[in-house]
């Protein structure tokens, strides 16, 4: 079966940095595109950046200029490097992923999320 896995969350002080990351595994698949999104404790869930196979990107307006995603393709991976954090950044953020399996029909998966804490 395929599956989506997120990693690289924990605690950082307003300001810091963090790398997110999400692998996809399983048998006999490609990837249309990878995304992210983020759910903070009584709010709903809502887009962070998105990325096709061939490197196009999309963001929301209130991440530009201090989220960047990027991919590898060839470790079916996408990447969230989040810069200048706030403490309103506090949030589960959560990989998707737009998969094509065999008969060229498509899927999309959700991983598990990875929480995210800025401290003031």
């Known amino acids: 079966q395929v599956q989506v896995v997120e990693s690289g969350g924990g605690l950082v002080q307003a300001g810091g940095s963090l790398r997110l990351s999400c692998a996809a595994s399983?048998?006999?698949?490609?990837?249309?595109?990878m995304g992210w999104y983020r759910q903070a404790p009584g709010k709903q869930r809502e887009l962070v950046a998105t990325?096709?196979?061939?490197?196009?990107?999309n963001y929301a307006d209130s991440m530009k200029g201090r989220f960047t995603i990027s991919r590898d393709n060839a470790k079916n991976t996408v990447y969230l490097l989040m810069n200048s954090l706030k403490p309103e950044d506090t949030a589960v953020y959560y990989c998707?992923?737009?998969?094509?399996?065999?008969?060229?029909?498509?899927?999309?998966?959700w991983g598990q999320g990875t929480l995210v804490t800025v401290s003031s």
């Open positions: 990325i096709t196979s061939d490197g196009f990107t």
């Open positions: 399983g048998t006999l698949f490609s990837i249309n595109a």
């Open positions: 998707n992923a737009d998969l094509v399996v065999p008969g060229n029909r498509y899927l999309e998966l």
